[in-house]
């Protein structure tokens, strides 16, 4: 029996081994017309988006949340981009981008990132590498459930948030990415999202609400002192998710090509209108501009530009940006009245955001219908709800979500990862 045993267990080793010795020499064969420019492009582009996550995002979110919560926070940003990450390596990419399966889900020919290598794609990555193209975009897939968090922040616990990054990006994000970047029915009804207006935002914002309604309040809302305890890290922080973004949204046209070069111009023309428009109505409403204002503008607008930064001009840029300046200050102002906590705002930043650039893409683009952009707002939103809803249902009844009452008093850098951000 322990004979048979060994050679099962060698046959088992053999079988890896030629699977990934077989990946990498497709991986090792450079086939079809591969541009070294583009390539070069989106190389540099995947480097701009793994810094808006890490250090970008985490010192945002870092910055906004109590000191007694900041190394928690931060260290979601990094531990969702590890957990994606494989999980995309897995089935999450062949999920988005593997051959259509009506018009809802990617088949699985892609699978652990099989045939995925040098070889360009006619579709996907025309001039670069399939596997350049699955790098990029498996970064998308992990920015998205790192925004979320930021709506249960400071009462989660670890374990629960991971669980429910991993399931979130394989039950909620590849449908709706495949939805509009695979060839799946929302794309073929003529729905656009450049580089992500709905993908990113829209289902991070609406996920967000979920995560509110279903994580509950904080311990002390209303009653406690929660302002952001470093605004300095908010202000880096926004600063680095600026320079990221011109990678997001550049990247996203596949090349370095006048695509590129317009989505960066849109993408800082709306960021810079945003921070203008948010700083304006804040100084009216409160008397006096803020830093945080600022930065939370730039933010609203860097997620409004998105969806259209690829096929809209500076001026519509412009537009659009004092819009999401405008709403997502009102939204954040109406949050406290309506009484849900999203502790970051992810709706009011994201959502807000997500929702007024898939719709400028109806108006403005020179392909988009008005119609057919409502509808995959509504389409992405109700399903990042729903979805969300019962991913964090069924994670709350198999390891709970919530830390206990005396370890969100105490603080999760502590309780959660035995560290202090300060002496």
């Known amino acids: 029996m322990s004979e048979r045993r060994h050679w099962v267990s060698r046959g088992a080793i053999t079988g890896l081994w030629v699977t990934v010795c077989a990946t990498q020499a497709w991986a090792g064969q450079p086939e079809g017309s591969v541009d070294s420019g583009d390539v070069a492009w989106i190389l540099a582009a995947s480097a701009l988006v793994v810094g808006m996550i890490i250090p970008g995002l985490a010192f945002y979110y870092g910055g906004l949340v109590r000191s007694k919560n900041v190394i928690s926070t931060m260290v979601q940003a990094f531990a969702i981009l590890c957990v994606v990450s494989v999980v995309w390596l897995v089935c999450g990419f062949t999920l988005v981008f593997g051959p259509d399966r009506g018009g809802v889900i990617g088949g699985l020919d892609w699978a652990l990132l099989m045939d995925v290598g040098a070889a360009p794609h ?125 990678g997001f949204n550049g990247g996203s046209a596949r090349g370095a090509n006048a695509t590129a070069v317009g989505a960066v111009t849109v993408t800082h023309f709306t960021a810079v209108s945003a921070a203008l428009a948010w700083m304006l109505a804040e100084w009216k409403h409160r008397g006096k501009p803020t830093v945080l204002g600022v930065a939370s503008g730039a933010v609203a607008g860097l997620a409004t530009s998105t969806a259209g930064a690829g096929m809209l001009g500076p001026l519509a840029a412009v537009a659009l940006g004092i819009a999401a300046g405008v709403c997502s200050y009102m939204a954040i102002v109406w949050k406290g009245k309506i009484g849900y906590d999203d502790t970051l705002d992810v709706m009011g930043t994201h959502g807000v955001g997500g929702m007024l650039g898939m719709l400028g893409v109806g108006f403005f683009a020179a392909h988009g219908h008005p119609a057919m952009q409502i509808l995959a707002v509504v389409a992405t939103g109700t399903f990042s709800f729903l979805g969300s809803y019962a991913i964090l249902k069924l994670v709350d009844g198999s390891i709970g979500l919530r830390v206990t009452q005396e370890e969100e008093s105490t603080g999760l850098d502590l309780t959660q990862h035995n560290e202090r951000a300060y002496s």
Not at 142 to 151: H, V
Not at 158 to 185: C, Q, R
Not at 186 to 214: E, P, Q, Y
Request: glycine fraction near 10%; include cysteine; charged fraction near 10%.
């Open 122 to 246: 006619p579709v996907y990555a025309p001039a670069v590498p399939l596997e350049a193209f699955m790098l990029f975009q498996l970064l998308f897939a992990a920015f998205t459930p790192a925004l979320i968090a930021g709506a249960f922040a400071e009462r989660i616990k670890f374990g629960a948030m991971l669980l429910f990054a991993a399931l979130w990006s394989v039950l909620v994000y590849t449908p709706i990415a495949h939805w509009l970047w695979g060839n799946g029915w929302l794309a073929r009804i003529g729905a656009l999202d450049f580089a992500g207006g709905a993908v990113v935002h829209v289902s991070a914002g609406f996920s967000a609400v979920a995560c509110a309604m279903v994580v509950g309040k904080r311990r002390g809302w209303r009653t406690d002192y929660m302002a952001p305890h470093n605004l300095p890290f908010i202000l880096l922080g926004a600063g680095l998710l600026w320079l990221g973004w011109f």
